[in-house]
């Protein structure tokens, strides 16, 4: 039921001596009576989605809640509420800043259970009140209103614009068939300018946002040449939806008569001996199939399906269905290519100018046109998977390799794809079914060699339809990609000559026989000193090109760079980083549009008037050494961070409390930190009855981060062996490693981005498990000359190098050559 329930017919005599009734009891609640300030004291009335005019009546929903227990309130008092419609209809239970200022006293009549729980209750509002103060916001709000008199006053003018909008209402009543003419008749005998602007604001359906800024008018003149444009806005559209139904009707009407005339032609071409439309074009279709080059079993497939189309009535069911599979056939590449380009010095030149770094992938591609120029029969085309955070190039970098083979580039999303069909397609049998997306996108392509690239593979789901990267197997798998079969062509379609190239953010969702049947090529995160060189090479050209500017328009150095990725930008790609230089460019381009005066050279210091404040804040070392915190290393997608590790002894009966939103395999480095600790409790001077006597909290700061590895262990051990001797830790070593419980020191993983945020953070030493010495050689070397990394297999080399010495300390045992040669920096091994 729309929200002017005044106008509802009496078509059911019952439901018309209900409504009769129900409008009685709000006519007999009386208005609530100001007090000596002039002002009313009523409970509120939070109106969702809906606004209820003064003198109107609507039927309204209320949910349990503030809402009904106002409503109560006010029928046991026998008096109105005050009606205040939401600014955020989103919000279930709102606070009185959620209301506008302007509502309407209204009178709510007898409440009905509803069969979801909730009530309804016709309303009639009465007259405009405006919110004064809030007096009461709990169990429901109350507050004190003004009612807002309006003037009555009626001139020529104001009679003038309320014939206008009678008229204007009349056209739409006559166009809209859900407005009653009822409701055209009750505006006739409305003299008042602002109980007219009410009442069509109510028949008519404007937009809420338009209802409430109706509401809020206090001038009833100013409101009613408000609602007089919304009218005349809304007869343009019912004018357009007529002409949109004239106009379809013709159609029909047409359709119907070409079908007449149809048959009519075909009965005179027989009388003449001229044959029909339909036979044409089997002879066009058959034509077609001989002059398309098609694998023997296809050519026999498509023979056997025109004979069956010309045995058939032209407007039999079936006719639709075969003529589209004859489509498909015919359009699909069956044997032709394009020539590959195998020039590797060509091919390498495309890749380094689109791409910096990726060496990896690029020397797998090099590698790849190698082969096949040596070898072009023979050579299988190999399954590629890109694996890598967003924004690294991994789509892009596809679309280059095209480019450099000579290959058309097709791609294919594969997220959120849920259904087997969406693979392998639906079997002819269902109405409108189609090939699956592998063969719609071979027939885009219309070379049967193509690149293509499937995209974000790791987001495939799996349910009651099937799982489609089970279907992917035969796609992927160049010992039967050669054969794919498509549930709608049921014919062997020829994969193996394309390229296929898969991209995803993580292989933990992949399942395990499909990433066997990939080559997985890692994509990691940029390093800060490659992000401010493909900004220089491409980034700042292209948003340069694309804002308008030339080159003399706008410098962005070096260090205005690193400023941005440092404290605009937190990503491991480089998306964010051309959003932000965009931005850059755009305020400039701007500035040069208006002719005004501005510094084309933008320095770290005026990033802030461009970008706004930073968004992000670089982790520094620590200030000074301490007792019970040490500085562990960590990665992230984004690259990686230094993350100190506090440790505090208290009173207590042994407990060992571990906080800062931590994942499982942490919290048990933490247990296997202390076990090592305890073993050590002798060597380290560590009083015998402390672990019984006292408790031990071990915090990660940045609690609202979920933190999890195993490559904080070292770091543990350190702080605690640091908290329970009182032995400070040199401010300036960072470390990194897994502890086992007889101290020794494992390999970790995300190396490179470890020594990087080391070196970035101000750290001098870096310990690092000697076995992942290997994983220096992607370091640059300027950080390798800064930092001085020290290889480490046991606990024993940190405590007695990274704490301060005390008293009685065990001394430095001699260390072997092996020992000696490990702690030296890693540029003069």
């Known amino acids: 039921m729309k929200n002017n329930e005044w106008m509802a017919r009496d078509d059911d005599e019952d439901y018309a001596s209900s409504l009769h009734q129900r409008t009685d009891e709000l006519y007999r609640i009386p208005n609530s009576q100001p007090d000596d300030t002039g002002l009313i004291e009523c409970p509120v009335l939070a109106l969702r989605d809906l606004v209820v005019f003064p003198r109107m009546i609507s039927p309204i929903f209320i949910q349990p809640g503030p809402s009904l227990l106002a409503i109560q309130e006010a029928q046991f008092n026998d008096m109105t509420v005050i009606g205040l419609p939401q600014k955020n209809a989103e ?23 509803m069969p979801d729980g909730n009530n309804s209750a016709l309303v009639q509002g009465r007259r405009r009140v405006e919110v004064i103060e809030v007096i ?64 069509v604001a109510t028949a008519v359906s404007f937009p809420i946002k338009q209802r409430q800024a109706l509401l809020i008018l206090r001038d009833p003149i100013e409101r009613l040449r408000k609602v007089n444009t919304l009218l005349a806005q809304e007869l343009d559209v019912l004018r357009l939806e007529d002409e949109i139904q004239e106009r379809v009707q013709t159609e029909v009407d047409r359709s119907q008569r070409e079908f ?15 044959g029909d439309i339909w036979s044409r074009e089997m002879a066009e279709l058959r034509l077609k199939i001989e002059r398309k080059e098609l694998p023997e079993e296809v050519n026999k497939q498509a023979l056997k399906e025109i004979e069956r189309l010309s045995q058939m009535q032209s407007l039999a069911p079936e006719v639709g269905i075969i003529r589209t599979y004859m ?66 190039g991994k789509t892009s970098l596809g679309k280059s390799i095209a480019q450099a083979l000579g290959r058309k580039f097709v791609r294919v999303s594969l997220g959120g794809v849920r259904d087997e069909a969406e693979i392998r397609g639906h079997r002819r049998t269902y109405i409108g079914a189609l090939p699956g997306r592998v063969i719609q996108t071979m027939k885009r392509a219309g070379t049967i060699n193509p690149l293509f690239m499937l995209d974000e593979i790791d987001k495939l789901g799996a349910d009651f339809r099937g799982d489609p990267s089970a279907a992917l197997l035969e796609v992927l798998d160049p010992e039967q990609n050669h054969a794919f079969s498509d549930h709608y062509l049921e014919l062997p379609y ?22 066997d049947r990939m080559e997985v090529i890692d994509f990691p995160g940029y390093i800060e000193e490659e992000k401010i060189e493909i900004a220089r090479r491409f980034l700042i050209p292209r948003q340069m090109e694309e804002s308008g500017l030339a080159d003399q328009d706008m410098l962005l150095g070096e260090k205005a760079i690193r400023k941005i990725i440092e404290e605009y930008t937190y990503e491991a790609g480089v998306r964010n980083l051309e959003r932000e230089i965009g931005r850059v460019c755009r305020k400039i381009a701007r500035k040069k549009s208006e002719k005004k005066t501005y510094i084309s050279s933008i320095t770290p210091e005026l990033l802030e008037k461009h970008l706004g404040a930073p968004q992000y804040y670089l982790s520094i070392a620590e200030r000074e050494d301490e007792s019970g915190v040490a500085t562990a290393v960590a990665w992230t997608e984004n690259g990686g961070e230094i993350m100190p590790v506090e440790v505090l002894i208290v009173e207590g009966k042994g407990n060992l409390q571990i906080t800062g939103q931590i994942g499982e395999i942490m919290q048990e480095s933490a247990q296997a930190a202390l076990s090592y600790i ?68 494992l390999p970790v993983g995300g190396v490179r981005e470890k020594v990087l945020a080391a070196h970035r953070s101000g750290l001098k030493r870096l310990y690092l498990p000697e076995r992942n010495v290997k994983d220096l050689v992607d370091v640059p ?38 020992e000696a040669h490990a702690s030296v920096p890693l540029d003069h091994q």
């Open 678 to 745: 305890k073993s050590r409790q002798k060597e380290l001077g560590i009083p015998v009855d402390i672990f019984e006597k006292a408790d031990i909290h071990i915090h990660i700061p940045e609690g609202a981060i979920p933190k999890d590895g195993p490559s904080a262990g070292i770091t543990m051990a350190t702080a605690l062996a640091s908290a329970l001797t009182g032995r400070k830790v040199y401010k300036d070593i960072g470390m990194t490693g897994e502890i086992t419980l007889r101290g020794k020191i």
């Open 781 to 818: 070397k300027k950080v390798r000359m800064d930092l001085k990394v020290i290889p480490v297999v046991h606990m024993d080399q940190i405590i007695k190098n990274a704490l301060h010495p005390v008293s009685g300390a065990i001394k430095p045992e001699k260390r072997n050559k092996k």
């Open 136 to 199: 009461q916001r709990e169990p429901f709000i109350v507050v004190r209103a003004k009612p807002i008199i309006e003037a009555s006053a009626i001139n020529s003018r104001i009679e003038a614009l309320m014939r206008a909008t009678r008229n204007l209402f009349e056209k739409c009543v006559q166009l809209d068939r859900s407005l009653p003419e009822e409701a055209q008749l009750f505006s006739m005998n409305i003299t008042e300018p602002g109980w007219l602007a009410d009442m």
């Open 494 to 515: 020829n994969l193996s000559q394309a390229l296929f190239i898969t991209t995803a953010n993580s292989l933990n969702s992949i399942p395990a026989a499909l990433i």
């Open 91 to 113: 919000i279930e239970v709102p606070d009185p800043e959620d209301l506008l200022p302007i509502g309407v006293e209204i009178a709510v009549g007898r409440l009905l259970n």
């Open 260 to 274: 007449y005339l149809r048959e009519q032609m075909k009965a005179i071409q027989n009388e003449l001996g001229e």
């Open 327 to 392: 489509d498909w056939i015919l359009e699909l590449p069956w044997v032709e290519s394009t020539e590959d380009n195998l020039d590797v010095r060509h091919a390498q030149r495309i890749l380094e100018k689109h791409h910096y770094g990726l060496k990896r992938a690029k020397e797998r591609i090099l590698e790849y046109i190698a082969v096949l120029s040596l070898h072009p029969k023979k050579h299988k085309q190999p399954i590629l998977c890109f694996v890598g955070p967003p924004g690294t």
